[in-house]
């Protein structure tokens, strides 16, 4: 019960305190009298606002300590006058603005990608350091490091508690995004390990999406971004086999998608706009009308990436609108857009590169190319899963000839 409230008591008690480091302590520090006061008291009928209302007590004393009363009484005595707290939310979309505020701070773009996605798993989705740490396979202390270094930064830079607007809060906005949609792709995809997938991860970020476009429902880009990882999830349960192996999209259940999902990317794609997530959704949208893999629009798609790779020009995104147009209009047509891309200094260690132009190649026939490219692409991956997946491929073709 304190995860899921946790995120709330943070937010409500920096609006005091405004330090985010200090807010994580005290809402601890309620949590720690609730386990003390509760197996003598009994659970109260209201165990959420209990716990926000002591750390709210506690921050107001934390504040009293700490400055004269009459000095720091007109900065917060409104939370003074008002200690109990509001009545918890009836319904999910029913959350204040101080969690809005939480969610800025801990992406705010003075720290480093890695700090704010650590911070923000920390402090908005309630994992704990060894959870992280086990997600992105980095070592315990070094993330609990990143924590406290990240809450130092803040402080040091004076970053205020609030909701930017204008120029700023489009800048803050894109590094909110940009997180949840890194945090989503490491569980969708994981650059290292044994498991392809680590779903708990897309269920964070997916959670945290929902919650963004609750509490900024008129802003475009947050609804495409949370129809993108929608369409996404749906297919989590298909992506692997019973072992753990990775399952082509062509070879996925797509009775096994998962129809509510999809319901509702379709309705967060209504509401969104033709910004870079917006677009990405409208492809992921794409697969999902398909009812079979044979029934892709693969030339809207094709279009589609068209439109993203103009809008945010990343040889990323023309690795994927070649593999697009190779579906629409065959791999003849796909192979010197590969090519070009063989320069690019973003791809040089990508192991997609090499195994895309593999399937290019094997489609085309030409079997020992193709298995060479895959098992470059073997050597680069750092994913156990893909790397059995793409040297399988390349056992089943034939040797370079000498």
Same mark, same amino acid.
């Given at each position: 019960?304190?995860?899921?409230?946790s995120a709330?008591?943070?937010?409500?008690v920096?609006?005091?305190?405004?330090d985010?480091g200090?807010?994580?302590?005290l809402?601890?520090?309620?949590l720690?009298a609730?386990?003390e006061?509760?197996p003598?008291?009994g659970?109260?009928d209201?165990?959420?606002a209990?716990?926000?209302a002591?750390a709210?007590?506690r921050a107001?004393?934390l504040v009293?300590?700490?400055?004269?009363?009459?000095r720091?009484?007109?900065?917060?005595?409104r939370t003074l006058?008002?200690v109990?707290?509001?009545?918890?939310p009836?319904a999910?979309?029913d959350?204040?603005?101080?969690?809005?505020?939480?969610v800025?701070?801990?992406?705010?773009?003075?720290?480093?990608?890695?700090?704010?996605i650590?911070l923000? +798993?920390?402090?908005v989705g *309630?994992?704990?350091t060894?959870? /992280?740490?086990?997600?992105?396979?980095?070592?315990?202390?070094?993330?609990?490091?990143?924590?406290?270094?990240?809450?130092?930064? +803040?402080?040091?830079?004076?970053?205020?508690?609030?909701v930017?607007?204008?120029? @700023?809060? $489009?800048?803050r &906005?894109?590094s909110? +995004?940009?997180v949840?949609?890194? /945090?989503?792709?490491?569980?969708?995809?994981?650059t290292?390990?044994?498991?392809?997938?680590r779903?708990?991860?897309?269920?964070?970020?997916?959670?945290?999406?929902?919650? &963004?476009?609750?509490?900024?429902?008129?802003?475009?880009?947050?609804?495409?971004?949370c129809?993108? +990882?929608?369409?996404?999830a749906?297919?989590?349960?298909?992506?692997?086999?019973p072992?753990?192996?990775p399952?082509?999209?062509? @070879?996925?259940n797509r009775?096994?998608?998962?129809?509510?999902? /999809?319901?509702?990317g379709v309705?967060?794609?209504?509401?969104? *706009?033709?910004g870079p997530?917006? #677009?990405?959704?409208? /492809?992921a949208?794409?697969?999902a009308a398909?009812?079979r893999?044979?029934?892709?629009?693969?030339?809207?798609?094709?279009a589609?990436?068209g439109? #993203?790779v103009?809008?945010?020009?990343?040889?990323?995104? $023309?690795?994927?609108?070649?593999? %697009?147009?190779?579906?629409?209009e065959g791999?003849a047509?796909a192979?010197?857009?590969?090519d070009?891309?063989?320069?690019?200094?973003?791809?040089?260690?990508?192991?997609?590169l090499?195994?895309v132009?593999?399937?290019?190649? $094997?489609?085309?026939?030409? *079997?020992?190319?193709a298995? %060479?490219?895959?098992?470059?692409? %073997?050597?680069?991956?750092?994913?156990?899963r893909?790397?059995? #997946?793409?040297?399988?491929?390349a056992?089943? &073709?034939?040797?370079?000839?000498?």
């Amino acid at each position: 019960m304190f995860r899921i409230e946790s995120a709330r008591i943070i937010a409500g008690v920096t609006r005091i305190v405004r330090d985010v480091g200090i807010a994580e302590e005290l809402a601890q520090d309620a949590l720690v009298a609730a386990l003390e006061q509760w197996p003598l008291s009994g659970v109260p009928d209201r165990p959420g606002a209990w716990l926000m209302a002591t750390a709210k007590h506690r921050a107001v004393d934390l504040v009293r300590r700490r400055e004269t009363y009459a000095r720091k009484l007109a900065e917060v005595g409104r939370t003074l006058e008002d200690v109990p707290p509001p009545a918890e939310p009836t319904a999910p979309d029913d959350i204040d603005d101080d969690l809005l505020r939480l969610v800025f701070t801990a992406c705010h773009p003075v720290l480093a990608t890695e700090a704010r996605i650590a911070l923000t +798993l920390r402090l908005v989705g *309630g994992l704990t350091t060894q959870e /992280i740490a086990r997600a992105f396979l980095a070592s315990e202390p070094t993330v609990a490091q990143r924590i406290v270094r990240a809450k130092r930064a +803040l402080a040091k830079a004076g970053v205020p508690y609030e909701v930017p607007y204008g120029a @700023d809060r $489009e800048q803050r &906005l894109a590094s909110v +995004l940009e997180v949840i949609y890194l /945090i989503f792709n490491e569980g969708y995809a994981a650059t290292a390990g044994d498991d392809l997938l680590r779903p708990a991860l897309c269920e964070d970020a997916l959670r945290l999406a929902r919650v &963004l476009t609750a509490l900024m429902p008129k802003e475009s880009e947050v609804h495409g971004l949370c129809a993108l +990882l929608e369409f996404q999830a749906s297919r989590t349960a298909t992506r692997t086999g019973p072992d753990g192996e990775p399952v082509l999209l062509a @070879d996925q259940n797509r009775a096994r998608w998962n129809r509510l999902l /999809i319901r509702r990317g379709v309705d967060a794609l209504h509401r969104a *706009g033709t910004g870079p997530y917006s #677009l990405q959704a409208a /492809i992921a949208g794409c697969h999902a009308a398909a009812v079979r893999y044979e029934d892709t629009d693969w030339a809207t798609i094709a279009a589609l990436y068209g439109r #993203l790779v103009r809008l945010v020009p990343s040889p990323v995104v $023309e690795l994927n609108r070649a593999v %697009a147009v190779s579906m629409a209009e065959g791999p003849a047509a796909a192979l010197p857009l590969v090519d070009a891309l063989a320069g690019e200094p973003a791809l040089r260690s990508y192991h997609l590169l090499p195994s895309v132009r593999g399937d290019l190649l $094997e489609r085309l026939g030409r *079997g020992p190319e193709a298995r %060479a490219e895959f098992e470059r692409a %073997a050597a680069l991956t750092r994913n156990a899963r893909e790397r059995d #997946l793409l040297l399988a491929r390349a056992a089943a &073709l034939p040797q370079v000839r000498p």
